[in-house]
């Protein structure tokens, strides 16, 4: 199985941009898709979360209201970004489980077998 993720760039306060997850290579469903993001020298945080079947979503505090996670069907996962602040700044990275985590631990990392290569989001004040 592999994640590809896309669409990362720099762009100014204020601005948007639009992160993609092919997921591919596998004869199964990832019912259970998120996305984190890591900045060097912290741990890798939360950032977004959604449940293939339902599609129930999940966020983080600090993103909500501002970034929305969608899938389409083809077994890919988007994060539109709007309203950048440079605290978004990060390697941001999409993640992918066969089994969606219980709601109680869509944010440990941990819950997630495959992970995408990330791709860097810089955003400039």
């Known amino acids: 199985v592999q994640l590809q993720a896309s669409g990362g760039g720099l762009v100014q306060a204020g601005g948007s941009l639009r992160l993609s997850c092919a997921v591919s290579?596998?004869?199964?469903?990832?019912?259970?898709m998120a996305w984190f993001r890591q900045v060097p020298g912290k741990e890798r945080e939360f950032v977004a979360a959604?449940?293939?079947?339902?599609?129930?979503t999940y966020y983080s505090d600090s993103v909500k209201g501002r970034f929305t996670v969608s899938r389409d069907n083809k077994n890919a996962v988007y994060l539109q970004m709007n309203s950048l602040e440079p605290e978004d700044t990060a390697v941001y990275y999409c993640?992918?489980?066969?089994?969606?985590?219980?709601?109680?631990?869509?944010?440990?990392?941990?819950?997630?077998?495959?992970w995408g290569q990330g791709t860097q989001v810089t955003v400039s004040s």
């Open positions: 290579g596998g004869s199964f469903m990832m019912n259970g």
């Open positions: 959604l449940r293939w079947r339902g599609s129930s």
């Open positions: 993640a992918a489980a066969p089994t969606a985590p219980i709601t109680s631990a869509v944010r440990d990392p941990q819950q997630y077998e495959y």
